[in-house]
């Protein structure tokens, strides 16, 4: 494999400097949001009803579209900053982002439940189980991209302290390890078993998936994580021991990924998108507040391109709908206990 060149290949020192990741909502702009929540709202249809045909926005649909094209196509993640949420109902922001989501991809099933709305809060999750989710948790979770094309979060409140949320650009560290290790990068070319974490899809009777790290398909690269899943398969039956070579791919990817990475200061009413096949992330440990109603909360989606750029087999098998279990129904509650 080779070097690859272009805009997803960012740096954290050239981002730091010229915050051309960020976005800052006019006032304008945030009322073309807030008068597209109003007419779902009378219109009263349940939240993952509402697609981008209902959720019109004649001043910022045009900068969304051409957003979307840098989350796909350019760098991968943009930050959109300043979204009001004091003093809002939690329908009215969930709306809010919902609707802008529309505007990147379709919304998929994040959980075995259906959940198309994701709540990413502290509920004593235990990650190290077979089942354990990491984001209804408080620990630390390693580099990752999610199991979607596009993920977004929506920033209600933050924690007492910890909890930052950190982010590279895969590509960046592809092309570090053909400098530093040149000889693992094939490695990571391998089809690595992956756990289910329980959720299977309907007619599946594996507990595991497969997927390459790295891939190139007709030209487009994605990479995925080198996370808990496969750590996790690996004590499944029928599912080979990871080679020496393999773990110390693994083990290098991994240290690049925390090496270069960019720390992200969220602020309530951020709302981040992020493309998964040229990004990596992770959120260091934190410590919630006592009072429950200032415990840490983000929204989240999961999203589809439907096909926006090609993509391995194996992706497009796993991410084209999100997790999907016999029987669930799909629904965007507004929050979970």
């Given at each position: 494999?080779?070097?690859?060149?272009?805009p997803?290949?960012?740096?954290?020192?050239?981002?730091?400097?010229?915050?051309?990741?960020l976005?800052?909502?006019?006032?304008?702009?945030?009322?073309?949001?807030?008068?597209?929540?109003?007419?779902?709202?009378?219109?009263?249809?349940?939240?993952?009803?509402?697609?981008?045909?209902?959720?019109?926005?004649?001043?910022?649909?045009?900068?969304?579209?051409?957003?979307?094209?840098?989350?796909?196509?350019?760098?991968?993640?943009?930050?959109?900053?300043?979204?009001?949420?004091?003093?809002?109902?939690?329908?009215?922001?969930?709306?809010?982002?919902?609707?802008?989501?529309?505007?990147?991809?379709?919304?998929v099933?994040?959980?075995?439940?259906?959940?198309?709305?994701g709540?990413?809060?502290?509920?004593?999750?235990?990650?190290?189980?077979?089942?354990?989710?990491?984001?209804?948790?408080?620990?630390?979770?390693?580099?990752?991209?999610d199991?979607?094309?596009?993920?977004?979060?929506?920033?209600?409140?933050?924690?007492?302290?910890?909890?930052?949320?950190?982010?590279?650009?895969?590509?960046?560290?592809?092309?570090?390890?053909?400098?530093?290790?040149?000889?693992?990068v094939?490695e990571?070319?391998?089809?690595?078993?992956?756990?289910?974490?329980?959720?299977?899809?309907?007619?599946?009777?594996?507990?595991?998936?497969?997927?390459?790290?790295?891939?190139?398909?007709?030209?487009?690269?994605?990479?995925?994580?080198?996370?808990s899943?496969?750590?996790?398969?690996q004590?499944?039956?029928?599912?080979?021991?990871?080679t020496?070579?393999?773990?110390?791919?693994i083990?290098?990817?991994?240290?690049?990924?925390?090496?270069?990475a960019?720390?992200?200061?969220?602020?309530p009413?951020?709302?981040?998108?992020?493309?998964?096949y040229v990004?990596?992330?992770?959120r260091?440990r934190?410590?919630?507040?006592?009072?429950?109603?200032r415990?840490?909360?983000?929204?989240?989606?999961?999203?589809?391109?439907?096909?926006?750029?090609?993509?391995?087999?194996?992706?497009?098998?796993?991410?084209?709908?999100?997790?999907?279990?016999?029987?669930?129904?799909?629904?965007?509650?507004?929050?979970?206990?």
């Amino acid at each position: 494999m080779k070097p690859i060149i272009g805009p997803s290949a960012w740096t954290r020192e050239v981002l730091e400097q010229n915050k051309s990741h960020l976005y800052r909502l006019s006032e304008l702009e945030i009322s073309d949001i807030f008068d597209a929540v109003a007419k779902v709202e009378r219109a009263s249809p349940q939240l993952h009803e509402i697609r981008k045909e209902d959720f019109l926005l004649p001043v910022l649909g045009p900068v969304l579209a051409d957003l979307r094209e840098e989350v796909i196509k350019g760098r991968g993640f943009v930050f959109l900053r300043g979204l009001p949420t004091e003093g809002r109902s939690l329908y009215k922001t969930a709306a809010a982002f919902w609707g802008i989501g529309c505007h990147f991809g379709r919304a998929v099933s994040q959980n075995g439940k259906g959940h198309l709305l994701g709540h990413v809060k502290d509920l004593g999750a235990d990650i190290t189980s077979p089942t354990g989710r990491g984001y209804n948790s408080a620990s630390p979770l390693g580099f990752h991209a999610d199991s979607c094309d596009i993920f977004g979060l929506c920033v209600l409140k933050t924690s007492m302290s910890g909890g930052q949320h950190r982010m590279c650009s895969s590509v960046t560290v592809h092309n570090e390890m053909l400098k530093r290790a040149p000889g693992l990068v094939q490695e990571l070319t391998f089809r690595f078993y992956r756990s289910r974490r329980g959720e299977l899809p309907p007619g599946e009777t594996k507990p595991w998936t497969r997927q390459p790290i790295f891939s190139v398909t007709d030209g487009y690269f994605a990479a995925r994580g080198a996370s808990s899943t496969i750590t996790r398969s690996q004590g499944m039956p029928g599912v080979p021991r990871l080679t020496e070579r393999q773990k110390e791919a693994i083990k290098v990817y991994n240290e690049i990924a925390a090496e270069i990475a960019m720390d992200v200061d969220f602020e309530p009413g951020d709302i981040s998108m992020v493309q998964n096949y040229v990004t990596l992330h992770s959120r260091t440990r934190y410590e919630d507040w006592p009072e429950p109603e200032r415990k840490r909360h983000l929204l989240r989606l999961w999203l589809s391109f439907d096909g926006a750029r090609p993509l391995h087999d194996d992706i497009v098998r796993d991410h084209a709908q999100g997790i999907q279990e016999e029987g669930i129904t799909l629904h965007a509650p507004l929050d979970v206990a």
